[in-house]
């Protein structure tokens, strides 16, 4: 549906930005997404809990639930006359809206199923010989470091890691540029770099890391050419930059955590001149690609979309809601977005900041984190912090790396009061 049905089927009289709409508590709420109550109020989240661990897996916003039930109940009434009236169109909706919240060419994105599956398209694709360098850091999820052993182990790539920061809370922009800088080596192809860390929620400034590339490629010619690939996952949807800013060359995100998409979702962005060093790995079911298969398109060029969408058949009800994701961040707004998490993430983090006995290794500098926020309490093991918070009502989550913090994610359907809340119970921990 369109926002126009959308508002047209509510059957409710309707303000610019005010709609209302039936919660799963099956009772109108009225609400507005220029209020923030509003926006909680799309979220058939368990009232009864603080919910601060979205950015693992999120709920689904009413406007994607309800497009997913529209499009499982034609599905489930004759599967293959839906399929057939839509697999040409579907996708290149979901694309459309993608583009225009990243500031791209829809034809540049392939979707995914996960943040997971992009990394592993990209790093497997890269088209990388034995002797060429993986540069990577020490900070990154256990997908980018399994993909980039999988991939070299294939190609005889090697993969190098620096660590980027001695203190993730004391970090600036000049000491990961600069560390990055001197650990280019002549044999470097790639940069893997993940945007925002959930090891310690510091986020890397991509633009600046990509000057630093920038200058290194300028003194190269395009056979040495070396190319920026980005986990985004946990700026996507929180951090307000287009993509194109961010200076890379290929960006992968999961859309099922921030931007509150459908769960087994995501996407991959190639940059136009840098596409052709990417490989496909899993057929794309696009007509281009399986038609060109069958001899219809001969001589005819693919797009990277065409070429790079993983196919065989898929959860098609998600894939096909994913729109409706961008569409609710787009109505609330990028800027909107961006800075309600970070003052939120700002509040916690001053208060803990405060509080004897807590260690944050979260930067407070906004320009350097985003909505994830990491630290350690004295004395107290992380697992047990976690138990305690859930029995005091309170959803977050640990890192799930080798060093493990205790982490609270506050975003779009949080208030400051349970950001209090939440700081109180910690506190009430550290002593
Ligand atoms: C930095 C990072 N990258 C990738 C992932 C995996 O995401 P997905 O579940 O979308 O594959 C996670 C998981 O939370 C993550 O923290």
């Not at 633009?207 to 996507?236: M, P, W």
């Amino acid at each position: 549906m369109d926002r126009r049905k959308f508002l047209l089927n509510s059957g409710l009289a309707i303000g610019a930005a005010n709609l209302a709409v039936a919660c799963t508590t099956k009772e109108a709420v009225s609400y507005s997404l220029n209020d923030w109550a509003g926006v909680r109020a799309q979220f058939p989240l368990n009232p009864g809990r603080i919910h601060m661990a979205q950015m693992f897996l999120a709920s689904h916003p009413k406007l994607v639930s309800d497009e997913i039930n529209m499009h499982r109940e034609k599905f489930d009434s004759d599967p293959i006359e839906y399929w057939e009236a839509n697999f040409q169109t579907a996708e290149v909706k979901v694309r459309e809206a993608a583009a225009k919240y990243m500031g791209v060419s829809q034809e540049e994105i392939a979707l995914t199923d996960s943040t997971t599956m992009g990394l592993a398209m990209m790093y497997n694709g890269l088209k990388l010989k034995a002797g060429d360098e993986i540069l990577t850091t020490t900070h990154d999820h256990y997908s980018t470091e399994k993909c980039l052993e999988f991939a070299a182990a294939k190609n005889g790539a090697t993969v190098r890691r620096v660590s980027l920061y001695r203190s993730a809370s004391a970090t600036s922009t000049e000491e990961v540029t600069e560390t990055i800088r001197k650990a280019i080596q002549p044999a470097t192809r790639v940069v893997a770099i993940t945007w925002v860390h959930s090891s310690t929620g510091v986020k890397l400034p991509v633009s600046e890391i990509s000057k630093v590339i920038a200058a290194a490629n300028a003194t190269r010619n395009e056979s040495q050419r070396i190319y920026l690939c980005v986990d985004g996952v946990h700026g996507f949807g929180v951090d307000d930059a287009m993509i194109p800013d961010l200076g890379c060359d290929f960006f992968v995100a999961g859309t099922h955590k921030w931007m509150f998409g459908p769960r087994g979702t995501g996407v991959l962005w190639a940059r136009k001149d840098a596409a052709n060093f990417l490989a496909p790995t899993i057929p794309a079911f696009s007509w281009g690609s399986y038609g060109g298969w069958m001899g219809l398109f001969p001589g005819q060029e693919i797009n990277f979309t065409d070429l790079h969408s993983p196919g065989g058949f898929h959860s098609f009800e998600y894939r096909w809601a994913l729109n409706k994701a961008f569409d609710f961040h787009m109505e609330i707004g990028k800027s909107r977005v961006w800075e309600r998490t970070r003052d939120l993430s700002t509040l916690l983090k001053q208060q803990l900041s405060e509080i004897k006995g807590i260690t944050l290794h979260t930067p407070l500098d906004p320009a350097l984190s985003a909505g994830i926020n990491c630290f350690e309490i004295n004395g107290v093991a992380p697992d047990d912090w976690l138990k305690r918070l859930t029995a005091a009502g309170i959803v977050a989550s640990t890192t799930p790396y080798k060093t493990v913090y205790c982490r609270v994610t506050p975003c779009i359907v949080n208030n400051e009061e349970e950001v209090n809340t939440v700081v109180k119970v910690i506190e009430g921990m550290s002593v």
